[in-house]
C-alpha cells in the first residue's frame, strides 16, 4: 500500500495522518473547512489514554504547549457539599495528565505538527462521493477535483460523509440530553489547582475547571427532549443563558454564578450518538472516530479514542500481512472498547444502567496495544 487519503482534518483525522506518517505511508489530509478549526467554541478532556495514544505519536510537547493539566476530580452534590475529592488518571507521569483544552486548538495544533513533518493538509476540500475500484479507492470532491489512493480513511465527524457510502442508512440519534459549553473570567468559583469539578445538581449535571490565568471553562448537560434544529440555529448566549439558570438556581453551588457571569462565550448542542454494530469498512474504505463510534459526551472520552484509533490503525497496517488482514484486525481490537463507551456514556446521559454487551480491555492491555513498539498481528497470531 503507497497512499493513503484522510477524510477530516480535525482530531481523528489529523492525529491518523500523523500515526500512519510514523509508520512510513505517504498520507494525505483532506479537511472540508477552510482553516484549522472547524469547531472553535466547545472544550474537552483529553484523558491518560489519549495523552498516551499522543505519546505514542511524538505529539505530546504540541498538546501541552496549550490548555491546562487537570490531576484531581471533586464531586458536590446539590447543597455544594463536597462528596469526594480523588486523584484523575496517571497524575505521577506528567505527560500522561488529563488536560483540558478548547477543541479548535487541539485542531490546529494538530495540523501544525503534521505540516511540521511535511504531511499535507489540504483545506477547502468537501468530499461528495467515494469510488472504490479495483485498483484503487478515489475521492471526489465538490470543486470538481478527485484524488485516488491505495485506502481511504473517513475522519470526517458525526455527520460523516464517508459514512453513506459505507453505512448509507446509518444516522444518528439523540442521546437524551443536550450540553451547554461556556467559559468566564467574571467569576471565581470554589475549588483546587488543577482540579475538575463535578456537580451532580438538581436540574442539569455541571462540571467546571480554572485554568491557570483564571479562566473557568464549563459544561451543563441536562436531560429532555432535543433542542429543534432552528432554534439551535438561531439561539443566542442570552437566550441559552435564561433557559440554563432556573436549572441551576434551585441548587446551593457554584453553577449559576458561573453561568450568569458567561458573556458571549456560550454554545448548546444535542448530544448524538451513533448505534453500536454500525459497519466501519466497505472495500478499501474505513471509517473512524466519530465517523465510525461517536458516543454522548457523557464520559468525556470522544477525542481520547479517536487518538486511539489513530495509533491502532497505523499498527494495524503496519504489522499485518495485507491491507484486508490489517483493517480486519483494527476492528477486531477497537469495536469492544468504542462500543463499551457508547453504551456506557448513553447510559449516563439516560440516566439509566444497562451493561453494557461488551468487555472494557484493562488498563494494562491498552497500554501494550498502544506502545509504538508492540507488533499488533503477532499479539493476535502467535506462532
Not at 111 to 118: D, K, L, T
Not at 186 to 203: E, H, K, L, Q, W
Request: aromatic share 6%; hydrophobic share 40%; with cysteine.
Amino acid at each position: 500500500m503507497a497512499r493513503v487519503l484522510v477524510i477530516g482534518g480535525g482530531i481523528a483525522g489529523t492525529a491518523t495522518a500523523l500515526a500512519l506518517h510514523k509508520a512510513g505511508f505517504e498520507t494525505v489530509v483532506h479537511e472540508a473547512h477552510p482553516d484549522s478549526a472547524e469547531d472553535i467554541g466547545a472544550f474537552l478532556t483529553l484523558a491518560s489514554n489519549g495523552m498516551r495514544a499522543l505519546a505514542q505519536l511524538d505529539a505530546s510537547a504540541a498538546v501541552t504547549a496549550i490548555g491546562f493539566p487537570l490531576t484531581s476530580l471533586r464531586v458536590l452534590d446539590d447543597t455544594g457539599t463536597e462528596q469526594g475529592h480523588a486523584p484523575m488518571g496517571e497524575v505521577s507521569d506528567p505527560p500522561l495528565r488529563y488536560r483540558c483544552l478548547r477543541r479548535g486548538d487541539l485542531n490546529t495544533a494538530l495540523q501544525a505538527e503534521a505540516r511540521r513533518r511535511g504531511v499535507p493538509v489540504r483545506h477547502g476540500a468537501r468530499l461528495a462521493s467515494v469510488e472504490d475500484g479495483p485498483d484503487g479507492v478515489t475521492a471526489h470532491f465538490t470543486d470538481g477535483t478527485t484524488a485516488t489512493g491505495d485506502l481511504l480513511i473517513g475522519a470526517d465527524g458525526l455527520n460523516s460523509a464517508v459514512r453513506r457510502s459505507v453505512s448509507p442508512g446509518t444516522q444518528p440519534c439523540y442521546a437524551g440530553q443536550y450540553v451547554f459549553y461556556g467559559y468566564t473570567r467574571t467569576a471565581s468559583p470554589p475549588g483546587t489547582d488543577a482540579c475538575i469539578t463535578m456537580v451532580r445538581g438538581s436540574g442539569a449535571a455541571f462540571g467546571y475547571a480554572v485554568s491557570p490565568d483564571g479562566e473557568a471553562y464549563w459544561f451543563a448537560r441536562v436531560t429532555g427532549d432535543p433542542l429543534p434544529a432552528e432554534e439551535l440555529a438561531q439561539g443566542t448566549a442570552a437566550g441559552w443563558r435564561d433557559l440554563l439558570l432556573p436549572l441551576l438556581r434551585k441548587d446551593a453551588t457554584p453553577a449559576a454564578d458561573l453561568v450568569a457571569a458567561t458573556g458571549d462565550e456560550l454554545l448548546v448542542t444535542n448530544a448524538t450518538e451513533l448505534p453500536t454494530g454500525t459497519p466501519w469498512r466497505s472495500g478499501r474504505t474505513l471509517l473512524i472516530g466519530d465517523a465510525a463510534h461517536a458516543a454522548s459526551p457523557a464520559t468525556g472520552q470522544g477525542a481520547s479514542m479517536a487518538l486511539e484509533d489513530a495509533v491502532v490503525l497505523a499498527k494495524s497496517l503496519r504489522d499485518a500481512p495485507d491491507t484486508d488482514s490489517a483493517l480486519a484486525l483494527y476492528e477486531t481490537i477497537r469495536r469492544p472498547r468504542v462500543e463499551h463507551n457508547i453504551t456506557v456514556s448513553g447510559n449516563i446521559s439516560r440516566g439509566i444502567h444497562t451493561p453494557s454487551p461488551t468487555a472494557r480491555p484493562s488498563d494494562e492491555d491498552l497500554a501494550r496495544l498502544l506502545a509504538w513498539d508492540t507488533d499488533l498481528w503477532a499479539e493476535r497470531h502467535p506462532l
